[in-house]
């Protein structure tokens, strides 16, 4: 099922405008191999990096990255299944210093996204069309189900941008 972005709104239509693909469980799966390659690919001397005063580490960053993917799978879980209940938003910068990022190691984080995203694809894999468009509201905005899934690869894809660009610049 293709992505329509007129039913996508608020911060997530710029996730959702960093995925290429049109398919969804495509897009997760092409994400997910990005992001393993990325992971494997920092040094175990730059996990602590911030590449600013005030900016998380390495680390936490991808530990918020699961946790958002955790969060987003979840309501589409509930949407997917009919649960019409307004589901409160979630503050990134709360969750962040609670991850215990710094006491995991990189490859227990790397271990721990592919288990995360694996569980995201299955779920997916087993919404039918018509779950696919339910809807409903999260923080303040509308989203189907279907766009949560593009916004868990368009999530991932917008951070694992800015640790290329801003964290593991040569």
């Given at each position: 099922m293709l992505m329509n972005l007129e039913i996508v709104s608020g911060p997530f239509k710029n996730y959702v405008k960093q995925v290429e693909e049109t398919d969804v469980l495509q897009a997760l799966r092409l994400s997910g191999f990005r992001m393993q390659v990325l992971i494997h690919s920092i040094p175990d001397d730059?996990?602590?990096?911030?590449?600013?005063?005030?900016?998380?580490?390495?680390?936490?960053?991808?530990?918020?990255?699961?946790?958002?993917?955790?969060?987003?799978?979840?309501?589409?879980?509930?949407?997917?299944?009919?649960?019409?209940?307004?589901?409160?938003?979630?503050?990134?910068?709360?969750?962040?210093?609670?991850?215990?990022?710094?006491?995991?190691?990189?490859?227990?984080?790397a271990e721990e996204f592919t288990h995360v995203r694996a569980s995201t694809i299955d779920l997916y894999e087993g919404f039918t069309e018509e779950m696919l468009r339910r809807r409903?509201?999260?923080?303040?905005?509308?989203?189907?189900?279907?766009?949560?899934?593009?916004?868990?690869?368009?999530?991932?894809?917008?951070?694992?941008?800015?640790?290329?660009?801003?964290?593991?610049v040569k």
């Open positions: 730059m996990v602590d990096y911030r590449y600013a005063e005030g900016k998380w580490s390495i680390r936490e960053v991808l530990c918020h990255i699961i946790d958002a993917e955790r969060i987003f799978a979840y309501r589409a879980l509930r949407f997917a299944r009919n649960d019409s209940t307004h589901l409160p938003g979630f503050d990134e910068n709360t969750y962040a210093p609670e991850a215990n990022a710094g006491g995991r190691s990189l490859k227990k984080i409903g509201i999260a923080g303040t905005n509308e989203i189907s189900v279907l766009a949560y899934g593009f916004v868990i690869a368009g999530h991932e894809n917008h951070h694992r941008r800015i640790l290329t660009e801003r964290y593991l």
